[in-house]
Structures are given as C-alpha cells and as structure tokens.
C-alpha cells in the first residue's frame, strides 16, 4: 500500500485509515465523516489528494496534440485557466476524467488515482520524441474547500482571493512556493493546491492552523460530492458511459462539435457528436429517495410495473438537505423530474423520485461561461 506525503499527519491526527485506488487514505478523522461534511459547507476543509495523478506536456504544438485525445479548447485556452475534460474511448466513453491548466506553455493534467498509470501510458506514448511529458511524482496536491477557505488563506498568501474561478496561478503560501486553481470537488469555493512533496507536510500544518480549517477524509469527500452532483469515475462515468449520457456535454466546446471549426478529432468523436445532436437512449438523472434509507450504487431502478428501466449509480445520506440522496441512469422516457420510480433495496421496492442536481447547491466564487 502506496502513501502520500502526508501520512503521517494523519495517523498524528488519528484518522481511520483506509486503502483507496492503492493508498493508504484517512476515511475520516475522530470528529467524523459528518462534522466533516459539515464544516466544509460552513467554514473550510483541508483534504489530502495526493494520490491523484499530476503530469505537464510542453512543447511545440502541445495543445493541438493534446486535443487529439481531449475533446477540449485548448488552442485558445487563456494562460492561468483550467478546464474540466475526459480522455475518450473510439466507442466514445469515459477513460477518466480531469482537469487541465495551463501555465505559459505548460499543459498540467490532474487525473484520476485508479486510471493515472493508464492514463501516463496514453500521454507519453501521444508525445513521442516531438512533445515533454513528466510525470509530476515528486508533487503533492492538497485541497483546501469552503466558504470561509480563500479568505483564510489570504492571509497566508496575499492576493490569493483575486483568482477566479477556474483559474491558475503560481504562488508563494507561508514561504512555500506552490500551484493553485480555483476549483475542487465539493461543489464550494476553495483551491486545490500542488506543492513540492517536501513540503507537503510543513504546509498542511500550516494551513490547519488556521482557525477556519479543519481535516476532512475520503468519507465526507464522497457525499459533498455526491450532493453537489459531481461525477465519481468508476462509479456514475466510465468506459460503458458516454459524455452526453452523463449529461457532460457542456464540457465539450462548440468548436469540437458538429459545426464547429475543428470538429471531431478525439476517440469516439463520430458516436458522442451524434449523440449530441440526435440524443441517447438513456440519462444520469438525480434520485430523492422517500424516508430515511439511503439507496446505494447498484439498486435497481423500476417502473410501476417492476420493469427495471435503469440502474443507481451511486448513493447515500445527504447531510446538507438531512436526506438519502442518489443519482442514476435511466432510459430517457423517465427522466423528467417528478417522475415516480421505485429502487430495489435488500428485495424490497422503494419509492423514489426523479429530480433535477445538484442537492445542495454550488457555491463556486463566480460562474465561468461554458464555451
């Protein structure tokens, strides 16, 4: 079992030590997974992502190699901006998904831990002799998320609040040269922060001295989430799902689009292009359960009849709204809001109902025009 540069402030913290996608991660610290979904909706919460992948392509003609693989704008990606994409596959579904920033000509890409290897094997075999790749193994990334979280950290590194939303910028925090963007996974405001795995740990203490800052696990990292209607890969995206069943579309710029002046391009353009045009036979939709139990990954969803029209993809107890909440696919004729379903759970049909996402209702520090 692989750990991150921060394993020992968990076990100093005495977190719940877990193996996730081959690390050793903090499940939750002694306050709990719900104080620590809480505290991320009220103030601010340190997170450890360290096992996620990092990796830079740069060179001549970076970007226009790198929108062979992403169906991405990055020819004309301002310098200091991140975007959200996915590798695709020649069937057209998700091989993972990312974010990407650019610095000067540095192309960064933040991947998934389970696919990173995948992933580097697919960007390094696409550079050749003509284009850098590096993997960033040497880095660390943190994320700092919440309301009160670029406030306190602006008075650890000054100016830290002027970048917007999906924005990227080098800077220096309590001494300690880093990489942030404005972005994160919690559906709040806050940053995520690369940093030299040197210094990781002398920067994580740092910040949880902050009166506003508290340690949040992988527990409260998957229903923040999840009420935000945030996709998790392997569970709600995957190789069998599309871009456009996933309702994700919009992360895919009309310039790569069917009328769009350099349409096409990537794995799977002619099927997910079609799709966007014509519509799929199915959608991820929001699921409120009726009552207190939650329904989880897996739990059939049925019509009235007991005909199974879809299936959860993923699901749980929702603190913010102090409900169960899940989120599904199912074939499109259900999924209008409103629409009555029942989930089958441990054998017993539960109602449930069709809704729209997020739960609980993203509060990022400014909306980005989609392109």
């Known amino acids: 079992m692989k750990r991150t540069p ?11 030590m877990v193996p996730f996608a081959g690390y050793d991660m903090p499940l939750q610290y002694p306050s709990g997974i719900l104080f620590e979904h809480r505290q991320v909706r009220a103030s601010a919460g340190l997170f450890d992502v360290s096992h996620m992948g990092q990796a830079t392509v740069f060179g001549d003609d970076s970007a226009r190699l790198l929108e062979t693989v992403l169906p991405a704008n990055l020819l004309e990606l301002p310098n200091g901006s991140q975007r959200y994409s996915f590798f695709t596959s020649d069937a057209g579904g998700i091989l993972d998904d990312l974010m990407i920033y650019r610095l000067d000509d540095r192309y960064t890409l933040v991947v998934n831990a389970a696919n990173k290897e995948a992933d580097f094997g697919l960007l390094q075999n696409l550079c050749g ?7 960033m193994t040497n880095r660390a990334l943190l994320a700092l998320q919440g309301p009160r979280a670029c406030n306190a950290l602006q008075r650890m590194s000054p100016g830290i609040e002027e970048l917007p939303f999906m924005g990227a910028k080098r800077v220096i925090i309590s001494g300690i040269p880093c990489t942030v963007t404005r972005s994160g996974y ?10 030299a795995a040197s210094d990781a740990l002398d920067l994580a203490w740092r910040i949880l001295e902050l009166p506003e800052v508290e340690p949040v696990g992988l527990g409260a990292r998957d229903s923040l989430r999840l009420e935000a209607g945030l996709c998790l890969h392997g569970n709600d995206i995957g190789p069998d799902t599309s871009p456009v069943e996933a309702g994700l579309q919009w992360a895919i710029p009309h310039c790569r689009r069917t009328q769009g002046s350099r349409f096409g391009g990537f794995p799977g353009a002619e099927q ?11 959608r991820r939709v929001g699921i409120r359960p009726e009552g207190k ?14 005909v199974q029209i879809g299936e959860v993809s993923s699901g749980g107890f929702g603190p913010s709204i102090n409900a169960p909440v899940a989120m599904g696919y199912v074939t499109k004729e259900y999924s209008t809001p409103g629409t009555a379903l029942r989930a089958q759970v441990r054998n017993k049909p539960l109602p449930v109902t069709v809704c729209s996402m997020p739960f609980s209702p993203h509060r990022y520090h400014t909306k980005e025009k989609k392109e």
């Not at 919690?186 to 940093?195: L, P, R, Y």
């Not at 139990?293 to 007991?306: F, K, M, Q, S, Y």
């Open 6 to 16: 921060l394993y020992e402030l968990h076990t100093a913290l005495g977190a719940k």
């Open 129 to 135: 002799d003509t284009v850098e790749f590096e993997s």
């Open 186 to 195: 919690t559906g709040e405001d806050g940053v995520e922060i690369s940093v």
């Open 272 to 282: 997910i292009l079609a799709e966007i045009d014509n519509g799929t036979l199915r």
């Open 293 to 306: 139990a939650p329904v989880r990954a897996h739990a059939e969803l049925l019509d009235a009849d007991g």
